[in-house]
């Protein structure tokens, strides 16, 4: 049997050039490592510095009623700030996106053409 790993873990296993970057983080609840820590979290235990989340439709614990804006706030688990990107604002402004070096993505889906994440 063929052992597939998820892209966060292949990152965790790696340092880049760009881990201390200021970083962006488009995610929810439902990202998270083989071992099932979420890859938010993960990410600050292994030492990258990220920022700032943005959250898609259905918000960061991915529990929002469809088609309903949700709103910004902050993440109990890291503390950061997390931007809705399902509402009122369906992107990251200018102003968050000067401040960071780099947004990641970690989106778990359907792979379906019309998934509604994104």
């Not at 970083?23 to 700032?52: D, M």
């Not at 709103?71 to 402004?93: C, F, R, V």
Request: with cysteine.
């Amino acid at each position: 049997m063929h052992k597939i790993e998820f892209g966060i873990d292949q990152l965790l296993k790696t340092t880049p050039a760009w881990k201390e970057k200021k970083l962006g983080l488009v995610t929810n609840a439902a990202a998270c490592t083989a071992q099932g820590i979420p890859s938010r979290k993960a990410l600050l235990e292994a030492g990258f510095n990220l920022v700032h989340l943005f959250s898609p439709e259905h918000g960061m614990m991915a529990q929002g009623a469809d088609g309903k804006a949700m709103p910004h706030g902050m993440d109990p688990l890291t503390g950061l700030p997390i931007t809705s990107l399902y509402g009122e604002q369906l992107a990251p402004s200018k102003a968050q996106l000067q401040a960071l070096d780099l947004v990641l993505f970690d989106i778990p889906d359907a792979g379906l053409r019309f998934y509604t994440y994104l």
